[in-house]
């Protein structure tokens, strides 16, 4: 059974960086399309970025565009989610997961499945 487990996460002021890694246990990841989702208190899950397997489809949120860039490295078995001159507003529990589908723009938590524990991301001064 594939699990994924995320980290990286943390306080930081605004401006500042985050690299976040989602990592698998026992299974690989190669074959499947990873997305990155954070939902915050009080707040709907929302989609943030995804890869499919080969990273020739890759999405990203309007909100994280130009800010947040994500890869994966097959050797590591590995997806990450760099995240770039962050803002408050950007502050959420992060959440990895994997899809039999592809890397859909539209993001939806529903075409996602094996999700991690989240790893808290807080921006503030």
């Known amino acids: 059974q594939l699990q994924v487990v995320e980290s990286g996460g943390g306080l930081v002021q605004p401006g500042g960086s985050l690299r976040l890694s989602c990592a698998a246990s026992t299974a690989t990841l190669s074959g499947y399309p990873i997305g990155w989702f954070r939902q915050a208190p009080g707040k709907e899950r929302e989609g943030v970025s995804c890869?499919?397997?080969?990273?020739?489809?890759?999405n990203y949120a309007d909100s994280v565009k130009g800010r947040f860039n994500i890869s994966r490295d097959d050797a590591k078995n590995t997806v990450y989610l760099q995240m770039n001159s962050l803002k408050p507003e950007d502050t959420a529990v992060y959440f990895c997961a994997a899809t039999q589908y592809y890397c859909k723009a539209a993001l939806r938590p529903d075409d996602y499945f094996t999700w991690g524990q989240g790893t808290q991301v807080t921006v503030s001064s």
């Open positions: 890869v499919n397997s080969n990273s020739r489809i890759i």
